[in-house]
C-alpha cells in the first residue's frame, strides 16, 4: 500500500527530478502547498511554498530515507531561500500526513542538527499537511522535459547521517 509524502526545499523542479529517481518512489507531482490562497496558481499562490508530492512504497523505501535524501540536496538552515530563489516560496517545510510522519521529522531534523554536515541549525518547518494544488503541466517533470533546465538542487554524495544508535 502506497504512503503520500509532502516536502517543500525550494524551487520545486529540482527536488521532483532527485526524489522521484529514488527506490520505491511511485509517482511525483509539483504543486503548491501550506499556504493561504484557494487553487493556487504559479502566478497567484499567495503564501505556499514551492512543493513536492510523493507516492511511495514504504516497503522499498522509509520516509526516513525520503527525509534524507531531502535534507542532502537542499539547504534546510536558510530561511526562505534556496540558491539564488528567494521568497516565502522557496522554504524548506515537511508536510505530516501522519502522527508518524510528524514523530520521524522531528527525530530527523534533531539527527541533522546533531549531525554538525550544514553549517547552521535547521529551519525546516514541520506542519500538518493541508491542500496540495497541482502546478501547471509546464511545471511538471520539467527536468526530464530540459535536461539542462534551472535547478538549485544536487545530490551531495559525501552527506551521511550517521547512524542512530
Known sequence: MSERAVLA????????????????????RVGYTGGDVENATYRN??????????????????????LEVFFQIHDPTTVNRQGNDVGMSYRSAIYFVTDDQRAEAMNTIADVDASG?????????VEPVGDFWEAEPEHQ???ERLPNGYTCHFARPDWVLPKRG
Open 9 to 28: 526545499g525550494g524551487c520545486f523542479w529540482g527536488m521532483q527530478d532527485l526524489i522521484r529517481k529514488l527506490p520505491g518512489v511511485e509517482k511525483t
Open 141 to 143: 517533470d520539467y527536468l
Open 45 to 66: 499562490h499567495g503564501t505556499h511554498a514551492e512543493g513536492i508530492e510523493i507516492w511511495f512504497d514504504p516497503a522499498k523505501t522509509s520516509y526516513r530515507k525520503l
Open 117 to 125: 554536515l550544514w553549517p547552521g541549525k535547521v529551519v525546516t518547518e
